[in-house]
DNA sequence: CCCTCTTTTTACGTTAAAGTCAATACATCA
DNA sequence: TGATGTATTGACTTTAACGTAAAAAGAGGG
């Protein structure tokens, strides 16, 4: 019931070549297994991918994609070691709404370019009494 | 009524270097005036330093800033330069709403595993029959 | 079994975004 | 006026995240 992926497989999926895949398990971000030297990337890895993905879509440097996978990775035992995992957490989300803040500041800015970009197309065309076909 | 602060002031209150300022300006970001060569910045530089550092907190490249900057800035004459505009500022908007969509889920991962590290905590409380104080 | 095609490994190159360092240039304050 | 501190400029270095190229090793097909 393990299904495989190949490394050629992923790539067309989410365009990006072979050499950032393998570059991200140098990192240790993901570990395929081996058949021979080849690599199969298991659903579970292809998981892994897609958060990197959109771990980097979100500007986080790989380097922070790695911790944020292995908070979801493990399973600490002792206390501290929780109270650690939680702290980590209460940081990314930290990060995460700031992130929102801006996009909504972003997204406000973008709205009011676009409507003074209408205002003056509609002028434009009055004056020019020009018409679209 | 032209308040101007120097450079030391803006990496101060933004902690930022002032080899970045100056590289920003180098690429053609910001373009503070002088007093001799003492760069001086209005307000309005200031504002576009926030700019910047919000679009790197949303992982934009500076070119790509710098194109956001720019189109805020510019008031372009003829139509097919509006049309194009609004074009630039529809391929903006999608992005910032897949940010968005990718920071939900995000969030909604971390819940998750802070759910799972509190019942995990405790398991340990009851089974250590540990008391905090 | 040979040929072709894909994969892997190794190594060096590249780009963006600064960091670091050295040499001047101003400015000010005692 | 000389010392002291801050700014500027230019050059070289660094780091992250891959790109690119070359050589060797399998994989499958006829």
């Known amino acids: 019931m ?51 993905l959109r771990g980097k879509r979100l500007g986080f440097s790989l380097n922070e994609i790695k911790e944020m996978i292995e908070m979801y990775a493990s399973a600490p035992g002792e206390t501290g070691q929780l109270r650690l995992l939680l702290d980590k957490i209460a940081a990314r989300r930290e990060e995460l709404l700031e992130k929102q803040r801006d996009i909504e500041l972003t997204l406000l800015e973008l709205d009011e370019v676009e409507a003074g970009a209408h205002a003056r197309m509609s002028e434009l065309d009055t004056s020019s009494l020009s018409e679209d076909v």
């Open 2 to 52: 393990q299904r495989y992926f190949t490394i050629t497989q992923l790539t067309q999926e989410f365009d990006i070549t072979t050499r950032t895949l393998r570059f991200y398990e140098a990192q240790g971000l993901v570990a395929p297994t081996r058949r021979g030297r080849q690599r199969l990337y298991t659903p579970g890895d292809r998981t892994r991918i897609k958060l990197i």
